[in-house]
């Protein structure tokens, strides 16, 4: 195994942050240099110490439990952070060039990273290094190149390339057996404190007045409120690009049918005009723009 990461040895934190972000073992293992064994120890060892579970098997596919997908969201920022320093230290002398990228940090673990092996395999030579925050995104305050941001894609000083349809549908466990509109009234409605109001938008478009959108329970991220999903705690108003994958395995089923497309409120890659792009920049942005016009 090629050696991929600059962090320091293996301890529990990071080897469920590994295992968190790609939902693999052997995938984290393959990552870290270390055998699955290893990764699975260090994962128990952690549980054991939290006094919960992090990972359920879900039709045998690895999943966060609602406490594994909350720790995963506050350690990235954490593990990006830790690796930017370290790298800092070191990129002078490598020869290699390094693209910093901030996300909000429910796209970045369900859309954005699945993709980034792809990227790594043109351009073996650039580092992408992926925070995460909910804060809007500031080139003059911040040391990153470029950044994915909520909104209407018009922000100053900043040029933009949309990178996916915000479309908002209802998603539930089968399990729920949610099959009519009306049965919402007396169901639990999970919400992401990160996207407010997109409850009550999908349900003033869908004409139901008599379900209060702002009953049930509140998330900080959409992350943990698919997760909550997944476990049967209620419905979750879902952005359908960043739950693809639970819809085609069953997982999650969407099964009221109405989507509300929010149009050119979505998800733009976004960089600053007032300084020159670099390579790495130029290439990555390259990158995103065959991959959302495939």
Known sequence: MARRDLLPP????????????????????????VTPAAVSRQVRALESY???????????????????????????????????????????SSGRDTLRIRSP?????????PRLAGFH????????QVTTSFAPLDFQREDIDAGIELGEGRWAGVRTLRLVRNELIPVAAPAMRLKYKKQLA??????????????GLWLRAAGLRHVHPGQGMKYETSLLAYQAAIEGHGVAMAQKALIEKELADGTLEAPLGMVLDRGDYTYYFAWPTGRPSSGALRAFRDWLAALVAS
């Open 186 to 199: 007396a169901q639990t409605l999970l919400h992401s404190m990160a996207r407010p109001d997109d409850w």
């Open 121 to 128: 395999q043109l351009h073996k030579n650039i580092d992408v």
């Open 105 to 113: 940090a429910t796209f970045a673990v369900r859309w954005l990273i």
């Open 50 to 92: 939290l006094g919960t579970a992090l990972f359920a098997r879900v039709r045998g596919r690895l999943e966060l439990t609602p406490a594994g997908a909350r720790y995963l969201s506050d350690l990235m920022p954490l593990f990006a952070a830790l690796r930017e320093a370290t790298q800092a230290v070191t990129r002078s």
């Open 10 to 33: 293996l301890n529990p934190a990071r080897a469920f942050e590994a295992t968190g972000r790609l939902l693999s073992i052997s995938k984290a293992a393959d990552e870290l240099c």
